[in-house]
């Protein structure tokens, strides 16, 4: 019985141990995987988009949707799903995991160019001038006629005419010569060379 006693409370302590050890390699686990995760958290009355499933290959489609979704709860802090519901209201709420939804930042709008008023600018202008402010002009005129003053008129430059090609002589071409056939050369004969030329016999 005290061998019995001792094994169990042996096999109690390694049981103890081993789920101590493994709550810690759970712990570094979860603190070296929430180091990558960047994304804030998110609070009741915050706009969200939700990821799109498809059946089929999707390789060119939106990985988020384009409806937007209301957070209406939020996780304790066991953890859990979001409640989310449609901004439009045209379906059910849902709850999803944090990897289904992403949040949603709302631009600004902006007003387009064609819409937008021109700045009324008033136009400056000078005040009229009084009586006062005109200038009196007066016109000297020379004592003797106008005819009798000398005037130096200068002659115009004279205008050079360009100088005209003429034409030069050209020598005639020259007789055009047949050219001169001369016949070929007969081929000479060939000889033989042999020192037996002429002594063959022949045959019977």
């Keep these: 019985?005290?061998?019995?006693?001792?094994?169990?409370?042996?096999?109690?302590?390694?049981?103890?141990?081993?789920?101590?050890?493994?709550?810690?390699?759970?712990?570094?686990?979860?603190?070296?995987?929430?180091?990558?995760?960047?994304?804030?958290?998110?609070?009741?009355?915050?706009?969200?988009?939700?990821?799109?499933?498809?059946?089929?290959?999707?390789?060119?489609?939106?990985?988020?949707?384009?409806?937007?979704?209301?957070?209406?709860?939020?996780?304790?802090?066991?953890?859990?799903p979001y409640l989310i519901a449609p901004r439009d209201g045209l379906c059910d709420p849902k709850r999803v995991t944090r990897n289904e939804i992403r949040q949603y930042f709302e631009r600004p709008t902006v007003q387009p160019l064609g819409t937008m008023e021109a700045p009324t600018v008033e136009a400056h202008r000078e005040p009229e001038p009084t009586t006062t402010e005109y200038l009196e002009w007066h016109?000297?005129?020379?004592?003797?006629?106008?005819?009798?003053?000398?005037?130096r008129v200068t002659p115009p430059p004279p205008v050079r005419q360009p100088p005209v090609a003429r034409p030069t002589a050209t020598a005639p071409p020259p007789p055009v010569v047949p050219p001169v056939v001369r016949p070929a050369a007969p081929a000479p004969l060939r000889r033989s060379?042999?020192?037996?030329?002429?002594?063959?016999?022949?045959?019977?």
């Design 193 to 204: 060379t042999r020192t037996t030329k002429g002594m063959t016999k022949p045959w019977n």
């Design 1 to 80: 019985m005290d061998w019995l006693a001792g094994h169990v409370q042996r096999l109690k302590m390694a049981h103890d141990r081993a789920g101590e050890r493994q709550r810690e390699a759970a712990a570094r686990r979860k603190e070296r995987h929430d180091r990558g995760i960047v994304a804030p958290d998110l609070c009741p009355g915050d706009l969200v988009v939700t990821r799109q499933r498809f059946k089929s290959r999707a390789k060119i489609q939106d990985f988020w949707g384009e409806r937007l979704f209301v957070v209406k709860e939020v996780p304790g802090q066991n953890g859990g």
């Design 139 to 151: 016109i000297i005129l020379p004592s003797e006629p106008v005819s009798k003053i000398p005037v």
